[in-house]
């Protein structure tokens, strides 16, 4: 009597320790403690926990706590082990087994509104083990209480992430609109996100685009996952990630200037410029020059560091080059040319790969021309050999266009240059 009055008191006094009430389910992300103490708190309550009878009206409390603890310590390990970049990954897996089964232990006695609280956190776990047969059947069991919208809403994330992971997406979809359907879901800007890759994977371009446009426009989205349900937070990773996406879904059309214009005005400010130009890239990459033109120009009227509109210039000429747009091209090269000159020394750590796409412009020219070079050709070796006046073999291979162009005077005058 008197041994199991004093385990009881111990039992107490490790959770009024730990900010809990004998009635209180603790939270699945378990008080966050550093890994030394959290080790001593899992020895010590496993201690009170064997010494505790069934029946004690404490054990469900240092059951639920000690689950929270061991997942807990299994998702850090795994964490900290996937930082090595491991390829067989199994750190926390005893963990994950001891919280699986203390939580399996302890549902029948919590509190009925925490069942699903409780249940959550097992499908995880089946999740993390390779069960992912019984992890979808505890989330379709939350789902059948329609006592917990929170624990509802997650259970339906967790399934819509299976299913997207199956590529299962007109399943993955249904649970993902859910969530969105639920007051009370949390990670209803995940759930959105989501929506719009699943219409992507099928085929359906405008939905998936619109999809993500509605996403960083809506405040209440603008958050992978809220801290509260239904107020607007601003997740700036989010942000980026969704709207670089956008800008990769932009691409697989024929993308405009408007879509240009639309993605610089939903995306967030430290990815406004960098977007643009990762469409326009994009374009260019995928075949569609006369668009990736277009777009590279939109980016130059909004770019501000001189070093990035270098290399827009550059971008364009080169691509104009490629569409026999010479005029054009001669006069965005001459303008990267002034602009190199007008920047003064250059700094920056690109620079150096700047100048050489610089010269390289001109000798890809020459290649295209070799057997018939025109006066353009001749007038983009002179450009460059006034802002860059110390390379010889420019200088021969400038006399030589002059040459074959006739211009002996200019020719003899170039190569002499180059000695």
Same mark, same amino acid.
């Given at each position: 009597m008197l041994e199991s009055l004093s385990t009881k008191k111990l039992a107490a006094g490790v959770l009024i320790a730990l900010g809990l009430?004998?009635?209180?389910?603790?939270? #699945?992300?378990?008080?966050?403690?550093?890994?030394?103490?959290?080790?001593? &708190?899992?020895?010590?309550?496993?201690?009170?926990?064997? %010494?505790?009878?069934? #029946?004690?009206?404490?054990?469900? $409390?240092?059951?639920?706590?000690?689950?929270?603890?061991? #997942?807990?310590?299994?998702? &850090?390990?795994?964490?900290?082990?996937?930082?090595?970049?491991?390829?067989?990954?199994?750190?926390?897996?005893?963990?994950?087994? !001891?919280?699986?089964?203390?939580?399996?232990e302890v549902l029948p006695k919590v509190q009925e509104n925490s069942v699903g609280k409780v249940l959550a956190q097992v499908g995880h776990l089946y999740e993390m083990t390779g069960n992912e047969k019984d992890a979808i059947a505890t989330y379709e069991r939350i789902l059948k209480d329609p006592k917990s919208a929170s624990a509802k809403a997650e259970a339906n994330v967790s399934l819509a992430e299976v299913y997207f992971k199956r590529r299962d997406y007109a399943q993955a979809k249904k649970n993902y609109q859910a969530v969105l359907?639920?007051?009370?879901?949390?990670?209803?800007?995940?759930?959105?996100?989501?929506?719009?890759?699943?219409?992507? %994977?099928?085929?359906?371009?405008?939905? $998936?685009? %619109?999809?993500?446009?509605?996403?960083?426009?809506?405040?209440?989205?603008?958050?992978?996952? $809220? $801290?509260?349900?239904g107020v607007a937070q601003i997740d700036k990773q989010f942000q980026e990630e969704v709207s670089r996406d956008l800008a990769t879904f932009m691409a697989r059309r024929t993308a405009t200037v408007k879509d240009a214009a639309l993605l610089y005005d939903v995306s967030p400010e430290s990815a406004k410029i960098s977007n643009v130009t990762f469409l326009a890239s994009e374009l260019e990459r995928l075949g569609q020059a006369q668009a990736s033109i277009d777009?590279?120009?939109?980016?130059?009227?909004? *770019?501000?560091?001189?070093?990035?509109?270098? @290399?827009?210039?550059?971008? &364009?000429?080169?691509?104009?080059? @490629?569409?026999? *747009?010479?005029?054009?091209?001669? !006069?965005?090269?001459?303008?990267?040319?002034? &602009?190199?000159?007008?920047?003064?020394?250059?700094?920056?750590?690109?620079c150096a790969e700047l100048k050489a796409r610089l010269r390289k412009f001109v000798t890809d020219w020459n290649r295209t021309e070799k057997a018939a070079?025109?006066?353009?050709?001749? %007038?983009?070796?002179? #450009?460059?050999? !006034?802002?860059?006046?110390? @390379?010889?073999?420019?200088?021969?291979?400038?006399? !030589?266009?002059?040459?074959?162009?006739? *211009?002996?005077?200019?020719?003899?005058?170039?190569?002499?240059?180059?000695?």
């Open positions: 009430s004998l009635g209180h389910v603790p939270s #699945a992300s378990a008080q966050a403690v550093d890994p030394k103490t959290r080790d001593m &708190l899992i020895e010590k309550l496993t201690q009170v926990y064997l %010494n505790l009878a069934p #029946a004690d009206s404490s054990k469900v $409390a240092i059951t639920l706590r000690l689950a929270d603890l061991h #997942a807990e310590r299994a998702r &850090l390990d795994a964490m900290k082990e996937l930082e090595t970049g491991c390829t067989t990954c199994t750190a926390g897996a005893n963990d994950r087994k !001891k919280a699986l089964g203390y939580y399996q359907e639920n007051p009370s879901a949390l990670s209803k800007g995940l759930a959105a996100y989501r929506i719009a890759w699943c219409e992507f %994977n099928e085929g359906h371009l405008d939905p $998936a685009i %619109n999809g993500l446009v509605t996403v960083l426009k809506t405040p209440e989205l603008s958050a992978r996952t $809220a $801290a509260v349900s777009l590279w120009r939109f980016a130059q009227e909004k *770019q501000s560091k001189p070093e990035a509109r270098l @290399e827009g210039l550059i971008r &364009l000429a080169q691509l104009e080059m @490629e569409q026999k *747009q010479l005029p054009q091209a001669s !006069k965005d090269y001459e303008s990267a040319l002034s &602009l190199w000159t007008t920047m003064g020394t250059c700094n920056e750590q690109d070079p025109s006066e353009a050709l001749l %007038n983009a070796y002179q #450009a460059y050999l !006034k802002t860059f006046s110390n @390379e010889s073999d420019m200088y021969l291979w400038a006399g !030589k266009v002059a040459s074959d162009l006739k *211009q002996y005077a200019l020719a003899v005058e170039l190569s002499q240059k180059a000695a």
